[in-house]
């Protein structure tokens, strides 16, 4: 009797029928998971190939700023949000993106505590979306709303951009940065991907690994150098925090690194801008002070003035908070706005800033 094709090839079958096993055990175990409401572990802030880093999509959970520990949730598309939350390509009214760093993102904070979350609970007749991610700067806002535009294709009205005292720094980090773009992957491969991490325990678990290695091997990194042959010219000021909060009034340090970092960041705002004028999008600049800069009453600092000249140029709208922060300085504690021994805002902070842009009817 002729022998069958399994017959024929024992150890293939036997290799076929344990990954068969496997993966039946392997997709059983990742929805009972799922089914229990158990989301399955991986790490909120991803490395990503086209923008540099961001958050995961459809991430429930929690992170931590400093000894703080605060509720996590994104939507689809990897913003911060309400956690699943699809987000169509087609918008059904009309569609608001905040854009900018570990200020818009809300660091510390939940997301219905932040500007972007009372903003959403204050208008319901618009959609907005908050896109901002920590450790942000213009040449990310660019590559990330280019990703968000071409490749995902978001329809959008309206995109307003917090700039930040950091990004001329962070812009040296990014400089030699090159996105590559994944939506070149082929359809089959990317479906097998989004089989994956619907359903198999153990490539999300190795995915969770992989991701938090890549993430603190990026910190490591920037931690180790953060344009330390600039930096290393400022012999006054050699910790970079210091050297964020002081380019604008040390002259030295404005010479050596800053003016060229500032020159950065208004060259990929204004590709950010070109972009936006293409695709038909109202585009806004919004900055505001460090509680350093309150302090010394920067209110039209070089910071400041060069953001004004810059939307000015274009004849684009400019939200500035300079002015909201710094001369209520002597009426009102400043302090009550940020998180205790940290920059960024609280729960009031946000308040503040939301409270603008109602009041100003900006949206």
Same mark, same amino acid.
């Given at each position: 009797?002729?022998?069958?094709?399994?017959?024929?090839?024992?150890?293939?079958?036997?290799?076929?029928?344990?990954?068969?096993?496997?993966?039946?055990?392997?997709?059983?175990?990742?929805?009972?998971?799922?089914?229990?409401?158990?989301?399955?572990?991986?790490?909120?802030?991803?490395?990503?190939?086209?923008?540099?880093?961001?958050?995961?999509?459809?991430?429930?959970?929690?992170?931590?700023?400093?000894?703080?520990?605060? +509720? @996590?949730?994104? &939507?689809? *598309?990897?913003?911060?949000?309400?956690?699943?939350?699809?987000? #169509?390509? =087609?918008?059904?009214? !009309?569609?608001?993106?905040?854009?900018?760093?570990?200020?818009?993102?809300?660091?510390?904070?939940?997301?219905?505590?932040?500007?972007?979350?009372?903003?959403?609970?204050?208008?319901?007749?618009?959609?907005?979306?908050?896109?901002?991610?920590?450790?942000?700067?213009?040449?990310?806002?660019?590559?990330?709303?280019?990703?968000?535009?071409?490749?995902?294709?978001?329809?959008?009205?309206?995109?307003?951009?917090?700039?930040?005292?950091?990004?001329?720094?962070?812009?040296?980090?990014?400089?030699?940065?090159?996105?590559?773009?994944?939506?070149?992957?082929?359809?089959?491969?990317?479906?097998?991907?989004?089989?994956?991490?619907?359903? +198999? @325990?153990?490539? &999300?678990? *190795?995915?969770?690994?992989?991701?938090?290695?890549?993430?603190? #091997?990026? =910190?490591?990194?920037? !931690?180790?150098?953060?344009?330390?042959?600039?930096?290393?010219?400022?012999?006054?000021?050699?910790?970079?925090?210091?050297?964020?909060?002081?380019?604008?009034?040390?002259?030295?340090?404005?010479?050596?690194?800053?003016?060229?970092?500032?020159?950065?960041?208004?060259?990929?705002?204004?590709?950010?801008?070109?972009?936006?004028?293409?695709?038909?999008?109202?585009?806004?600049?919004?900055?505001?002070?460090?509680?350093?800069?309150?302090?010394?009453?920067?209110?039209?600092?070089?910071?400041?003035?060069?953001?004004?000249?810059?939307?000015?140029?274009?004849?684009?709208?400019?939200?500035?908070?300079?002015?909201?922060?710094?001369?209520?300085?002597?009426?009102?504690?400043?302090?009550?706005?940020?998180?205790?021994?940290?920059?960024?805002?609280?729960?009031?902070?946000?308040?503040?800033?939301?409270?603008?842009?109602?009041?100003?009817?900006?949206?």
């Amino acid at each position: 009797m002729e022998k069958n094709i399994f017959e024929k090839n024992p150890k293939k079958t036997i290799t076929g029928f344990l990954i068969l096993m496997f993966l039946i055990f392997d997709f059983s175990a990742g929805n009972i998971i799922n089914e229990k409401k158990e989301i399955i572990k991986k790490a909120a802030r991803i490395p990503h190939e086209y923008f540099h880093h961001g958050l995961a999509a459809n991430f429930s959970g929690v992170d931590y700023w400093g000894d703080q520990q605060y +509720s @996590l949730q994104t &939507n689809s *598309l990897g913003f911060k949000g309400t956690f699943e939350k699809e987000i #169509k390509k =087609k918008k059904e009214k !009309r569609r608001i993106l905040f854009l900018g760093d570990s200020f818009t993102e809300g660091i510390g904070i939940a997301y219905e505590d932040s500007f972007v979350g009372i903003l959403e609970k204050k208008y319901p007749e618009f959609e907005i979306l908050n896109a901002g991610v920590a450790g942000y700067s213009p040449k990310l806002y660019f590559l990330k709303m280019k990703y968000v535009l071409e490749e995902v294709q978001l329809e959008l009205d309206e995109l307003i951009v917090f700039v930040d005292l950091s990004d001329v720094l962070d812009e040296f980090r990014y400089r030699d940065f090159l996105p590559t773009n994944q939506e070149k992957r082929s359809t089959t491969i990317r479906k097998i991907k989004q089989l994956l991490e619907s359903n +198999s @325990l153990v490539y &999300n678990r *190795l995915r969770y690994f992989k991701n938090n290695y890549r993430s603190n #091997k990026e =910190k490591e990194k920037h !931690r180790a150098k953060p344009v330390a042959e600039k930096l290393a010219k400022d012999f006054i000021h050699t910790d970079p925090l210091e050297g964020i909060q002081y380019w604008t009034v040390d002259e030295k340090m404005f010479s050596n690194w800053g003016e060229e970092g500032l020159e950065m960041a208004m060259s990929n705002m204004d590709s950010l801008y070109l972009l936006c004028q293409m695709q038909n999008i109202k585009m806004t600049v919004a900055i505001y002070p460090w509680p350093v800069q309150i302090k010394r009453n920067e209110i039209d600092s070089k910071q400041v003035l060069a953001w004004k000249n810059f939307t000015q140029a274009r004849n684009i709208r400019l939200i500035n908070y300079f002015p909201d922060f710094i001369l209520e300085a002597n009426a009102v504690d400043q302090q009550q706005f940020f998180i205790e021994g940290d920059i960024h805002w609280n729960k009031m902070g946000h308040q503040k800033i939301a409270e603008k842009i109602v009041n100003d009817s900006i949206l």
